[in-house]
T-cell receptor, first 112, second 114 residues
Framework: GNSVTQMEGPVTLSEEAFLTINCTYT??????LFWYVQYPGEGLQLLLK?????DKGSNKGFEATYRKETTSFHLEKGSVQVSDSAVYFC???????????FGSGTQLTVLP | EAGVTQSPTHLIKTRGQQATLRCSPI?????VYWYQQALGLGLQFLLW???????NRGNFPPRFSGRQFPNYSSELNVNALELEDSALYLC?????????????FGNGTRLTVT
């Protein structure tokens, strides 16, 4: 079956620090990959996506590259802000079942 | 463009009762999905509706059911509520069934079962 593994949190960084959140996946097919973000008290917001190998998704300074050879989709940002504090979820969608498989989420706290 | 809207925001029920949660998708979206986010269990897929039909179902008992209306809005019904049904229920919509079409989520309904 499909699965997504994220680095465990919580992660605490100072403002302007570099961020990496690791994500690896197992899929039976050829999935599309997503990063979602959840701010306190809210639902999930799509942050970025990639649909094929070597695709780079980017949004709001965040980037992730679809690496088929390492089955990874690590999230990076060069300089985090306090407003980036949230929970980040890596997810995959595979096949016609239209079912997202999520990682367990990584809590990020950015201190001023 | 209005996003996915869910109602109510919070719902408190007692064990054994029924709960009804509602979702309106983004205008033009025909697919609606339901997910459960329970403490310690993460995000789990519940149901997918498209064009009024149930297309896929997650590993949940039959007391979790729903439907999609002709205007593409959806209801999730949970019968015979149990304490472990307490969770945030998220609805999402997408514009089509394509594998690249992302899901857009609402802010959820917080269900508390006492």
């Amino acid at each position: 079956g499909n699965s997504v593994t994220q680095m465990e949190g919580p992660v605490t960084l100072s403002e302007e620090a570099f961020l990496t959140i690791n994500c690896t996946y197992t899929a039976t097919g050829y999935p599309s990959l997503f990063w979602y973000v959840q701010y306190p008290g809210e639902g999930l917001q799509l942050l970025l996506k990639a649909t094929k190998a070597d695709d780079k998704g980017s949004n709001k300074g965040f980037e992730a590259t679809y690496r088929k050879e390492t089955t990874s989709f690590h999230l990076e940002k060069g300089s985090v802000q306090v407003s980036d504090s949230a929970v980040y979820f890596c997810a995959l969608m595979d096949g016609s079942a239209r079912q997202l498989t999520f990682g367990s989420g990584t809590q990020l706290t950015v201190l001023p | 463009e209005a996003g996915v809207t869910q109602s109510p925001t919070h719902l408190i029920k007692t064990r054994g009762q029924q709960a009804t949660l509602r979702c309106s998708p983004i205008s033009g979206h025909t697919s609606v999905y339901w997910y459960q986010q329970a403490l310690g269990l993460g995000l789990q897929f519940l149901l997918w509706y498209d064009e009024g039909e149930e297309r896929n179902r997650g590993n949940f008992p039959p007391r979790f059911s729903g439907r999609q209306f002709p205007n593409y809005s959806s209801e999730l019904n949970v019968n015979a509520l149990e304490l472990e049904d307490s969770a945030l229920y998220l609805c999402a919509s997408s514009s089509d069934r394509g594998r690249n079409s992302p899901l857009h989520f609402g802010n959820g309904t917080r269900l508390t079962v006492t």
